[in-house]
């Protein structure tokens, strides 16, 4: 019998949760800054959803997607990218009927890809990324990269490069299209399988391939920039300005383009050398026709997208500090039948005034008990036999200082919140 986790896929212990939910609390706390709020989609999504956003001939639709028929008969699919469900619920919730632009963000959303496994790169992975729909101004673009930047910033990350390019709209792009089939038919034959099939379905597509065969003329491709029409020109020049004022550093690359086809003018992607070859941590850009392709009115959108893996793989390579394992406020050490009925009762009233504790289980001796205290670890261990019963006051030790005294049984979970939060401020 198998029971061993899929392959791709990755356990969560309680020792290696505490970066984790750094990540994601310091997500929330930058996202609500910027005036983001939270929304949460289901896992599944129909099929048809992904399709027909992301692109039929992208590598996601064609080799990665986990798709399945329900009992239903329901083509349905595990959800391989954030912002078409973003777009969905945009629609289908009426939020294009609230003031714009609709600032949205997600966070620890699992995300399915059927590739390789690498490192932070899994079969199941997780997402913190922003969308914010109703507003065309480049403005906003530079914001949310802005925005990226502040959350790793705040995580303690340097070394940081942005690159940002222009891939135009649905008309200049067209121009730009004919002339990319004229220039890769010349060397058709000498290209990979997957860029032999994206001439035919969508030339853009190869200038994504990562294949050491199509690099060369990859580097020898007309370039976008040379092709957009006087809106896309300046939409990309304004951008600029807007982030010289956030004064975000960046460099402007004409080879970047983004993996899926909703994506229109902006694209950016923000790298750090600690992931090798592989060393994007965030990417994403303008999606301006993506709600018009749902069925929506026209409506322009900006966006981005990072792995929590691939993140937190950073933030140790930098040593960047994450916060310790959480502490337990209080430890109750039993002498006795007596004192073990009793403190049942004593971690119900402690955790009423909302003080973490714990008890021994096991029915170990008074020292192993101490050293289960000082393993998890707890600030205070509470000394619970016959005579503090008899007396009606416990024994508190400072696992810290090793200093002890004795207190009412009956007050001491608000001694123990004094001194907690006092600790704690």
Not at 77 to 82: E, I, K, Q, S
Not at 99 to 127: C, D, M, S, T
Not at 270 to 284: E, F, R, S
Request: net charge negative; aromatic share 8%; with cysteine.
């Amino acid at each position: 019998m198998n029971i061993r986790r899929p392959r791709g896929t990755e356990d969560m212990t309680p020792q290696n949760s505490t970066g984790w939910q750094h990540l994601v609390d310091t997500a929330r706390r930058v996202a609500g800054r910027f005036g983001y709020g939270e929304i949460r989609t289901p896992v599944l999504e129909h099929r048809e959803l992904f399709v027909r956003t992301v692109g039929e001939s992208t590598d996601i639709v064609e080799k990665e997607m986990y798709s399945f028929q329900d009992r239903g008969g329901r083509d349905l699919t595990l959800r391989p990218d954030a912002t078409a469900p973003a777009a969905r619920l945009y629609l289908q919730e009426n939020l294009f009927a609230e003031a714009q632009p609709v600032k949205l963000y997600y966070v620890n959303w699992p995300i399915f890809r059927y590739e390789r496994p690498q490192a932070g790169r899994l079969r199941q992975h997780h997402q913190f990324g922003v969308e914010c729909f109703g507003s065309p101004d480049p403005a906003v673009d530079a914001e949310i990269i802005s925005l990226a930047l502040h959350y790793l910033h705040e995580l303690g990350l340097s070394d940081l490069q942005v690159s940002i390019n222009s891939i135009g709209c649905p008309d200049c792009r067209e121009d730009y299209r004919q002339t990319l089939v004229g220039h890769f038919r010349e060397c058709e034959g000498e290209m990979c399988e997957d860029c032999r099939r994206r001439l035919r379905k969508n030339p853009l597509r190869i200038l994504d391939c990562k294949r050491d065969e199509c690099q060369k003329y990859l580097q020898e491709a007309p370039l976008m920039s040379s092709f957009l029409c006087d809106d896309c020109a300046a939409h990309f020049f304004q951008l600029q300005q807007y982030l010289q004022v956030l004064d975000v550093g960046y460099q402007c690359d004409s080879t970047l383009v983004r993996g899926l086809d909703y994506y229109t003018r902006t694209v950016f992607e923000i790298t750090h050398p600690a992931l090798g070859a592989k060393d994007v941590v965030c990417g994403g850009g303008r999606y301006d026709g993506l709600v018009e392709i749902l069925g929506g009115e026209p409506t322009p959108g900006v966006g981005f997208g990072m792995g929590l893996e691939r993140l937190l793989i950073i933030v140790e390579s930098e040593d960047a500090e994450l916060p310790g394992a959480d502490q337990l406020d209080a430890f109750v050490v039993t002498i006795g039948d007596a004192a073990h009925r009793e403190a049942v009762s004593l971690l119900k009233s402690l955790r009423e005034g909302k003080i973490s504790c714990d008890m021994d289980y096991l029915d170990r001796s008074v020292r192993a008990q101490m050293r289960y205290a000082d393993k998890y670890p707890a600030r205070f261990v509470l000394m619970l036999g016959d005579d503090e019963l008899q007396s009606g006051q416990i024994t508190v030790r400072n696992m810290q200082t090793g200093q002890q005294c004795m207190v009412d049984i009956d007050s001491v979970a608000e001694y123990l919140a004094e001194k907690t939060s006092s600790a704690c401020g």
